[in-house]
């Protein structure tokens, strides 16, 4: 893996939703701190909402900086049909910057059936999906250095 010294991570995050977020982002930026990143080596980012974050993304892969990225959010079922197409495209436009640019897109946006299961997700200490995702970066960072 290169040196961790050298990593640059940029976690991308929706306002929407933002207390969900913003627990997923404080436990994944104290895991990388934890593994030796420092402030500086990390960008964070607001989007509105789920759909805005495949274009961001992109346009941070295109940049060439940055080592893998994170997106963190959540989407909720509500009565419509909405649902599903923000979660299907949000999801794959993420897949799909990771394939053209060959960079780690660790995909943490939530989409769940009641606000209370994200909120649990981005809060519990065991299969915490912050955590999770900031694990999943660094695996995947040291694998495409190896391939």
Do not use: W
């Not at 040196?3 to 930026?29: H, M, P, Q, W, Y």
């Not at 402030?39 to 295109?62: D, S, W, Y």
Request: charged fraction near 25%.
């Amino acid at each position: 893996m290169k040196n961790i010294k050298d990593l640059r991570i940029a976690i991308i995050g929706t306002s929407f939703r933002k207390k969900v977020t913003a627990e997923l982002e404080k436990r994944c930026v104290a895991t990388l701190r934890k593994r030796g990143l420092s402030t500086q080596q990390i960008r964070i980012v607001r989007v509105p909402g789920a759909f805005e974050v495949p274009l961001v993304a992109k346009k941070m892969a295109a940049q060439g900086i940055y080592d893998a990225l994170i997106v963190f959010g959540a989407i909720v079922k509500g009565k419509t049909y909405h649902f599903e197409q923000i979660a299907n495209e949000c999801s794959r436009g993420c897949a799909e910057v990771s394939r053209a640019y060959e960079i780690p897109v660790i995909f943490e946006v939530l989409a769940v059936y009641n606000l209370a299961d994200a909120y649990l997700r981005a809060t519990r200490k065991n299969e915490n999906k912050g955590v999770e995702a900031a694990e999943s970066a660094l695996s995947m960072i040291d694998l495409m250095s190896r391939l």
